[in-house]
């Protein structure tokens, strides 16, 4: 029988997921016929493509005649999409014409170096991702880095989504490039792994897709997801006849081999462990037995993937040394779900041969350690054999926040080619910590910070604000912690709590200070809750904190340059710049962003909108309604004839009066201020140099803000 895996959107695209490659190579093993398909970066190429976003305009220019010619916008998420979509509406043009060279940015290995480039590239890519999600509203308004479409609420609302061709770009992506693709290799099994929310619906489309037109084809569906979704699967028989034919729960390798070996056989399910399937209409679920001992899984195969189309200069690739989390008692934390709380380290040997290996095929010598964390012994073992053989590698991995990270072990660690630790702080404050079973203090943080950056490598921390009961002096001390060690810390990331299904606050939030979590069949497939505090700040006060002491601290830090970069970049930047500025300290003189001239217009000056600037006329005020956003102000919005001019780059507007944006509209580059000024005197019937001296005095403050551009004139 012949296997198809398949990698749906919408992951990241900065390098290949490790679960399909890891499957792959097992199959191949043991002789099956196997090929494997990342369809989520050829999504990302299709989607941000300057072809589909021109693709867009009318439908967004459409959208947004319709909502701009309502009575009236109610308070709330129609306000929230006037704006959006008329941002989008404008911005698409300029957006459409970067996105190509955006791209290859990414995979430039000079401008991936700039951080300045980098980032202006990020930012094209966001804000096509955001245009992309404001014309599949309602359900792609949390359209995000990466793609993803949210609305993952009561099977009801998913089984509309997933045949909505116009919320759901996937339905008509699928059919123009993946279905034939299908059909030509003719698979007898399909299997697609689902790793993260964001990939629900896109993937759920997909089999849906699969399962109405290729009827000969068993469809599965497996990874963390599906695992996590599990009890909720169970309760809908309707899901294993309209999107797949039986789902994997937790590690996929001897199930998906069994149930191969099963339906060639012709036997029925019963016997493939770890599956979910229908059965005389009733769902089953099979006996979950013990997983391949991690010794005896193959070297991953990356074979078939297109290692030079993902979004990084040089190719990153994937490994694990092991499976689940020795720690495993987080309580915000469900990672370890999909391993059954069970911990396999593989041995540091069979771990250096999987990397000789990937290097000698691919020429790899950067490698992002997956694992949930390494334990300080296992990389302890792992760095003596690097050594020992002498590999010329960079990597970067997870570690906890562990005493056992003493200087000798860090400066081992660094000299086997380790440049990155990730570490989970979470939280500053001691009482926190233990509220949320973290099995460390501050104090130890602090001692490993050090450790690891004297050693040389580089350490980013992540925190977040608002675990339950945490008050704002307790998230005072997280913050007091990143600004009184920011000589031994390099970056950090700040987020806001969020309960995950799986985690330990999510099965017992009373446990933990939750009052109110959000449940129902309406919510059966969320993979995150809403929810309320006992005591402590509330989400919106800690999401409002996360956003605005990121900023604030980083300003303090003495490299301010590396917070315009992803954590996901700074393997790739350490390893790039590890002989001329390991500490990355010349970036913070890389600033090359265009500074603009406040001119002085004279009547001999020749104006010109600046390239992309859009000039409108709306019927609602935009810049009330943008006031109503950000205040929370519930207030209905009656129409307001407004005059706007935007800036797609820039992103700023400013209401005009009509005479100005009369004016505007000659500013063309080829006529002067006093020729502009004299077209506008015969007009109006007003003496020319007065005339004159309004055009200036508008056009000085436009030209500050941006918006115009100058030459002198003869």
Not at 22 to 31: F, I, M, N, P, V
Not at 61 to 90: M, N, T, V, W
Not at 332 to 340: A, L
Not at 392 to 413: A, H, I, M, Y
Request: net charge negative.
């Amino acid at each position: 029988m012949k296997v198809l895996l398949i990698f749906p959107p919408l992951w990241t695209p900065d390098r290949p997921y490790l679960s399909m490659p890891s499957l792959c190579a097992y199959l191949k093993r043991k002789g099956v016929d196997v090929v494997q398909k990342d369809f989520n970066i050829e999504a990302y190429h299709l989607l941000l493509s300057k072809n589909y976003l021109h693709g867009l305009r009318e439908r967004l220019q459409h959208q947004f005649d319709a909502i701009d010619s309502r009575d009236r916008l109610a308070p709330g998420i129609e306000q929230e999409y006037y704006c959006d979509l008329y941002k989008a509406k404008s911005s698409i043009t300029h957006i459409a014409e970067k996105i190509e060279n955006a791209k290859s940015v990414f995979r430039s290995k000079q401008q991936f170096y700039d951080v300045n480039a980098l980032a202006g590239a990020r930012n094209i890519v966001e804000q096509a991702q955001t245009i992309i999600a404001t014309g599949c509203f309602p359900t792609g308004q949390d359209l995000i880095w990466p793609i993803n479409i949210r609305l993952q609420r009561s099977l009801e609302d998913i089984k509309r989504l997933t045949q909505n061709r116009v919320a759901n770009p996937f339905v008509e992506l699928y059919e123009s490039h993946l279905l034939p693709y299908i059909v030509e290799q003719a698979p007898d099994i399909i299997g697609i792994s689902i790793a993260g929310d964001s990939q629900l619906i896109p993937a759920l489309t997909l089999s849906r897709l699969i399962k109405s037109s290729q009827k000969n084809v068993h469809v599965v569906v497996g990874g963390y997801v599906i695992t996590l979704l599990s009890d909720v699967l169970m309760k809908h028989e309707e899901f294993f006849t309209l999107f797949f034919d039986s789902a994997v729960l937790y590690e996929g390798e001897r199930p998906l081999l069994k149930l191969v070996e099963t339906l060639s056989q012709g036997r029925p399910l019963n016997d493939v462990p770890n599956l979910m399937y229908l059965d005389q209409g009733k769902v089953c679920a099979n006996e979950v037995l013990p997983p391949e001992h991690i010794n005896s899984l193959p070297t991953p195969c990356f074979d078939g993937l297109p290692l030079d189309s993902y979004f990084s200069p040089e190719p990153v690739l994937p490994i694990l040394s092991s499976r689940g989390c020795y720690w495993g008692k987080c309580a915000f934390c469900s990672h370890n779900e999909s391993y059954r709380w069970h911990y396999q380290c593989r041995d540091a040997s069979q771990v250096v041969d999987d990397m000789q290996e990937l290097s000698r095929k691919h020429g790899v010598v950067h490698f992002a350690f997956s694992d949930e964390a390494i334990a300080p012994s296992s990389i302890s073992k792992l760095s003596d054999e690097l050594i020992e053989r002498g590999m010329d590698v960079r990597c970067s991995t997870n570690v906890r926040l562990e005493r056992q990270f003493t200087p000798e072990l860090c400066n081992k660690v660094f000299k086997a080619g380790f440049k990155v630790f990730y570490l989970g702080l979470e939280s500053g404050c001691n009482r926190v910590l233990s509220h949320m079973e973290k099995g460390t203090t501050k104090e130890i943080a602090a001692e490993v910070c050090r450790n690891v950056y004297n050693a040389g490598i580089w350490n980013h921390l992540f925190v977040f604000f608002g675990f339950p009961t945490e008050t704002w002096e307790e998230t005072q001390e997280t913050i007091d912690f990143l600004l009184s060690n920011k000589n031994i810390i390099h970056s950090f990331n700040i987020a806001s709590f969020i309960p995950h299904k799986g985690s330990a606050v999510a099965k017992f939030p009373e446990r933990y200070g939750i009052s109110d979590l959000e449940a129902g069949a309406d919510t059966d497939f969320n993979l995150t809750y809403t929810y309320a505090v006992s005591s402590g700040l509330t989400f919106g006060e800690a999401l409002e904190l996360s956003n605005v002491y990121r900023e604030r601290i980083a300003s303090v830090y003495q490299n301010k340059e590396v917070f315009k970069l992803n954590y996901e970049d700074m393997l790739l930047y350490l390893s790039h710049f590890e002989k001329s500025d390991f500490s990355l300290r010349s970036l913070a003189g890389a600033n090359n962003a265009d500074t603009l001239s406040n001119n002085k217009f004279t009547r001999n000056s020749v104006p010109k909108i600046k390239q992309n600037v859009v000039l409108d006329s709306l019927r609602f005020n935009v810049l009330d309604i943008s006031h109503n956003i950000a205040n929370n102000e519930n207030a209905t919005v009656l129409p307001h004839p407004t005059y706007l001019i935007f800036d797609p780059v820039s992103g700023k507007s400013s209401l005009v009066s009509p005479l100005i944006m009369e004016m505007l509209g000659l500013c063309d580059g080829r006529k002067s201020v006093r020729k502009i000024a004299h077209k506008l005197s015969k007009r109006y019937d007003a003496p020319s140099p007065r005339i004159e001296e309004d055009c200036i005095s508008f056009l000085e403050p436009l030209s500050r803000e941006g918006y115009i551009l100058s030459k002198k004139g003869k």
